[in-house]
């Protein structure tokens, strides 16, 4: 079974520190995507990133960065100098082979003060 | 950009009524899914459509149908409402079938069922 495990419930930070959300998998999949959504109060969950299994690379987009770990099974999900805005929950999810659903982390919530 | 709008924000019903709860994208997306949000839980898949009259049952199904007539339109159902099912509800599309597709999600609509 697929399972995926955000450890952290909640995280506060103030303005500009560096935080990371880590993220923890399970598939038994040899092909499988990690994605990462936000999910600020207004309630919408958007999309922020995909990730396949056989591209390890990291990737950095601003000051978001992502650190793929197959030998851990882990995604995590670094923010650089946070800001107020970056208050949010952190879904981290792994998608299941056949249809398109996937299995989501619990969220970790990220609270940000000035 | 991808539009997913569901009918309701705030929801309030009474126990043992019918609800439906409206779903509709606007980009041709041949998947739709609903979940539901708990505090602690994350999200749950509770039911999901690869085409039109074709369903899927998620992990909790219980309680719940569904109806997809049209492509853009998916519909949960909850025959007779229960206290249990007072939650956030989201909605979500992804272009196609398959691990690769991102998930696009709707505001939600927050279900109060007293």
């Known amino acids: 079974a697929q399972k995926v495990t955000q450890a952290q419930t909640e995280i506060s930070v103030v303005e500009k520190e560096d935080v990371t959300l880590d993220c923890v998998y399970e598939?038994?999949?040899?092909?499988?995507?990690l994605f990462w959504y936000k999910q600020p109060p207004s309630g919408e969950l958007v999309f922020l990133i995909r990730?396949?299994?056989?591209?390890?690379q990291n990737e950095i987009s601003g000051r978001y960065s992502w650190n793929f770990q197959k030998s851990t099974s882990s995604f995590n999900f670094t923010i650089t100098a946070s800001q107020v805005v970056d208050s949010a929950v952190y879904f981290c999810?792994?998608?299941?082979?056949?249809?398109?659903?996937?299995?989501f982390g619990k969220g970790t919530m990220l609270l940000v003060s000035p | 950009d991808v539009k997913v709008t569901q009918s309701s924000r705030y929801l309030v019903k009474r126990t043992g009524e019918k609800v439906f709860l409206e779903c509709v994208q606007d980009?041709?997306?041949?998947?739709m899914f609903w979940y539901r949000q708990d505090p602690g839980l994350g999200l749950r898949l509770i039911y999901f459509?690869?085409?039109?009259?074709?369903?899927e049952k998620g992990d909790i199904p219980e309680g719940y149908s569904v109806s997809r007539e049209k492509k853009e339109r998916f519909s949960l159902i909850l025959e007779s409402a229960s206290t249990n099912q007072t939650s956030m509800y989201l909605c979500?599309?992804?272009?196609?079938?398959?691990?690769?597709?991102?998930?696009?999600f709707g505001p939600g609509t927050r279900l109060t069922v007293t």
């Open positions: 979500a599309s992804s272009l196609s079938t398959g691990p690769y597709y991102e998930q696009y």
């Open positions: 990730r396949n299994s056989f591209d390890e």
């Open positions: 459509s690869y085409d039109v009259k074709m369903k």
């Open positions: 598939t038994r999949d040899t092909t499988y995507y």
């Open positions: 999810a792994l998608s299941n082979s056949g249809y398109s659903t996937l299995t």
């Open positions: 980009m041709d997306h041949e998947n």
